[in-house]
């Protein structure tokens, strides 16, 4: 699920998380710091959700809920950064964080909003929309 603007809180409150403006949405460097407070907090280790994952998640989802992904609107921050392509796309359901396509001053991936299935690069630091965190096993 993503993540509710009062669990951020709790890590703006605690001082290793910051806000700029909503604090619903944040920008790619603000979730990737709260997934670090929340790995020191509780000791297990919290990151976003890779672009696989996400697309994995939205489907089962969409299936439990009997919705359609353009139902969703919520643009989301995912781990990968911006490829143009899927050519070296990891097969494994990891993040694609290698060789980063920063020609057009996008540097990490925002999927979701509009008709549920869109996928923009954004600057990691301009941008403002929702996420959510996995722990790994």
Do not use: M
């Amino acid at each position: 699920n993503q993540i509710e603007a009062w669990v951020y809180r709790a890590c703006v409150d605690a001082g290793s998380c910051s806000v700029s403006g909503d604090v619903g949405k944040v920008t790619w460097r603000q979730a990737i710091n709260y997934t670090r407070w929340l790995s020191e907090k509780t000791g297990r280790e919290y990151r976003l959700l890779s672009e696989a994952e996400w697309e994995f998640a939205n489907d089962v989802k969409a299936g439990i809920l009997g919705t359609t992904i353009s139902e969703r609107s919520d643009r989301e921050w995912v781990q990968d950064c911006w490829h143009r392509g899927f050519e070296q796309l990891p097969r494994d359901g990891r993040p694609w964080v290698e060789d980063c396509d920063e020609t057009l001053g996008a540097s990490r991936v925002l999927r979701g909003g509009g008709n549920g299935t869109n996928r923009d690069g954004h600057k990691e630091d301009e941008w403002f929309a929702t996420f959510r965190v996995a722990v790994t096993l």
